[in-house]
């Protein structure tokens, strides 16, 4: 006979959305490490005096017991282990926040273990919280999230022969995976990017997000790296994120 | 499924208009559609002219945006309201709750949402433009933020607080922390830190 499933899971996660559902509860979206992600319904959570409350914020890291039934998994108990509280007084860092918790939902898989991608976004929110450039920590963000999901980017030798990539303006394909030398190039879709982009995309693979948040990037080089990144989201997400835009736009001074 | 068995297609087409409102889920939409077709011609009609004539009767206030029969509402035209300090709040319902209180003596303006940015709603959404409207064509020494305290709401107040940032009035918010009744164990981390930072003398 078939072991049956426990009914209940005890998990740290972080709660990537939350929307209203029925009368007064919440149907949370979370990235936990060992389940991936994975959606729970928190009962009578929009009432103003509810416990739970406070626990399931968005952007909030909590442990959770989680009791799992035939139907919906159901929030039993919450309690925050990291609220990221100075990151949600900064419009820029919240939106940043937010964008990185939207690409995590879109590219996590569901009840499949994501150690990785749940490390990533934590080390992410705890240097946005710690005050790092959000920019920087949504470009590094992108960058492993794509390394992460099985999308890495390949910056340092060609994403089609292998072969070395000598210092000068590179051909960047996103659907190909990354740069192109003149040999592979030839009718592929792509952009050019500079030495000190290709740089800055190499620098973010061997540093940590807050070593990476802390550089200082020329506008020119940012948008770049910005563009790069964006296309090769595109070509693994079908979807714009939402909170792109708006993240775009708190960060436009 | 067998045509006999089938749902009617009015009712169906019912199910389908219900299902659309805001909480309604598929079996609720399908136990008031029928409900509705077994009531009375009269109630059922009665309904459905309420529905009419509320869509029909209601606008939008041109000062404050919240729903009103006249316009402008019956609190813009108040001359014994302070139209110098303006309440945002993100849904007409929420100026009754303030109203019930009896407090505030002060004027509102409706947002009809918030910012929730993986939902798509972005500031374009939102009644933002017509606040700054009011704050640069008057008198307005105070904008109080009474948006609900959950994360989508501090970014609604943060977006406010940077838009009206180059314009004289002050903007505030409501105090936030433990609400009355409340088991001091089970606050959150951000509700305990609210609280303490609010903290008043005695």
Redesign the interface.
């Known amino acids: 006979m078939a072991a049956r499933p426990p009914r209940s899971l005890a998990t740290e996660g972080i709660v990537l ?1 939350r ?1 209203p559902s ?2 007064a509860d919440a149907t949370l979206v979370l990235l936990t490490p060992g389940e991936g992600r994975l959606d729970a319904v928190a009962r009578g959570v929009r009432k ?2 509810a ?1 739970l ?3 399931i ?4 890291r909590s442990r959770f017991l989680i009791a799992r039934g035939r139907g919906r998994d159901v929030v039993a108990q919450a309690v ?1 282990l ?2 990221y ?1 100075r990151l ?4 820029q860092a ?2 940043a926040a ?2 990185c ?2 690409l995590a939902e879109r590219l996590s898989a569901v009840h499949a273990p994501q150690h990785e991608l749940y490390a990533l976004l934590t080390d992410t929110l705890a240097a946005l919280d710690a005050g790092a450039n959000p920019e920087g920590s949504a470009r590094y963000f992108e960058l492993h999230l794509l390394a992460v999901s099985g999308y890495e980017l390949q910056v340092v030798a060609c994403a089609a022969c292998g072969a070395d990539l000598p210092e000068a303006e590179a051909f960047f394909a996103a659907g190909a995976g990354g740069i192109l030398c003149r040999g592979c190039r030839a009718d592929t879709p792509g952009r050019l990017l500079s030495v000190r982009a290709q740089k800055v995309l190499r620098f973010a693979r061997r540093v940590t997000v807050a070593e990476f948040a802390a550089l200082r990037v020329p506008p020119e080089t940012a948008a770049e790296v910005r563009g790069a990144l964006a296309e090769a989201l595109r070509a693994v997400v079908d979807v714009e994120p ?2 792109g ?3 775009e ?2 960060s436009r001074p | 499924m067998p045509e006999s068995l089938a749902t009617p297609e009015p009712i169906q087409r019912l199910i389908e208009a219900l299902h659309r409102l805001p ?1 309604i ?1 598929p079996k609720s939409a399908q136990r008031l559609a029928y409900h509705i077709v077994r009531t009375s011609p009269q109630e059922a009609e009665g309904l459905a002219r309420a529905v009419i004539e509320a869509r029909e009767r209601i606008r939008y206030c041109s000062v404050c945006v919240n729903l009103t029969e006249r316009d402008p509402c019956a609190v813009c035209a108040d001359p014994r309201r302070d139209a110098s300090t303006i309440c945002v709040v993100e849904q007409p319902l929420d100026v009754l709750a303030i109203e019930r209180a009896g407090v505030y003596r002060g004027v509102y303006h409706v947002l009809h949402g918030i ?1 929730n ?4 709603v ?2 374009e959404h939102l009644h933002i433009d017509a606040l700054v409207a009011r704050v640069k064509s008057g008198n307005v020494r105070e904008v109080i933020m009474a948006t609900n305290p ?2 989508e709401g ?2 609604t107040v ?2 406010v607080q ?1 838009v009206l940032a180059p314009y004289p009035p002050r903007v505030t918010r409501l105090a936030r922390g433990l ?1 009355s ?3 001091l164990e ?6 305990l ?1 609210r609280a303490l930072e609010g903290r008043q003398e005695l």
């Open positions: 959305r929307r029925g009368e103003p005096q416990r409350r406070g626990h914020e968005p952007v909030t925050t990291d609220a509280l949600k007084t900064s419009l919240l939106a937010i964008y918790c939207e939402r909170s835009t708006f993240f736009s708190v | 909480g889920g910012l940015p993986m939902e798509g972005g500031p959950s994360l501090e970014a943060m977006y940077r609400p009744g409340a088991d089970y606050a959150d981390t951000m509700t830190a």
